[in-house]
């Protein structure tokens, strides 16, 4: 069964910890994405990457890195962690191509205290 | 302007009826996907259903299917004989060829399926 591994269902950190959310994919998918999910502001596009070691912004980068140095791997990394990115963490990957959807990881609830 | 419009943010329906939720969309890519995803209270984001821009027939994937009007831009989901298990956020989304690997989401509906 092909599937996005999410490293973490559930994660507490401390204000101005470096935070690594990690995904998986074991599809061969070039293109893997990192969403944010906030209630009344939908899913958010913060990093996006087509290619090994390549990455693009998404709609909200500040405060976000990402490394991608193998194609199954996308790394999420919150440099010094705060308070307002408390939030649901969605991992996705896919094919290029307007017909090929995404897969998506189960989602790290992140919880800065 | 929103690309992705979904009028109902909460909508509610009785086991075992059909129940429609709504999406609009807005595009000048003549190539295009469109997509519902389901996602329970759990968090996890569940395919349900594709269309694509050239497809002449609506798409079927068992109890759901996609109501596609290309001409109004719209391509509204459609339950048949909805479950308790149907309760969740739904989320329409499309992809466009011309303009990267990005999904646009709209905001989701919720729905909730009453006994």
């Known amino acids: 069964d092909v599937k996005v591994t999410q490293s973490s269902r559930y994660l507490v950190k401390r204000t101005g910890e470096k935070v690594f959310l990690e995904c998986v994919q074991d599809m061969d998918h070039e293109n893997m994405f990192w969403y944010r999910q906030d209630p009344g502001l939908g899913l958010r596009l913060i990093y996006f990457s087509y290619d090994v070691k390549m990455k693009e912004k998404g709609d909200i980068p500040e405060g976000y890195s990402v490394s991608r140095e193998k194609k199954e791997r996308f790394s999420l990394i919150l440099e010094s962690a705060s308070t307002n990115q408390t939030s649901m963490y969605l991992c996705?990957?896919?094919?290029?191509?307007?017909?090929?959807?995404?897969?998506f990881g189960s989602g790290t609830r992140l919880t800065v205290v | 302007a929103q690309k992705i419009t979904q009028t109902q943010p909460g909508m509610f329906v009785q086991e075992k009826e059909a129940v429609t939720l709504d999406c609009t969309y807005d595009t000048s890519d003549q190539s295009y996907g469109l997509f519902w995803y389901k996602q329970p209270s759990s968090g996890e984001m569940i395919f349900l259903i594709y269309q694509g821009s050239y497809d002449e027939q609506n798409a079927t994937e068992g109890r759901y299917s996609l109501n596609f009007q290309k001409a109004r831009k719209s391509a509204n989901l459609v339950i048949s004989a909805s479950q308790l298990g149907d309760s969740a956020m739904y989320f329409c989304?499309?992809?466009?060829?011309?303009?990267?690997?990005?999904?646009?989401f709209g905001p989701g509906t919720r729905l909730s399926v009453l006994p």
């Open positions: 989304a499309m992809r466009e060829r011309n303009y990267g690997q990005n999904f646009v």
């Open positions: 996705a990957s896919s094919r290029t191509g307007a017909n090929y959807g995404y897969t």
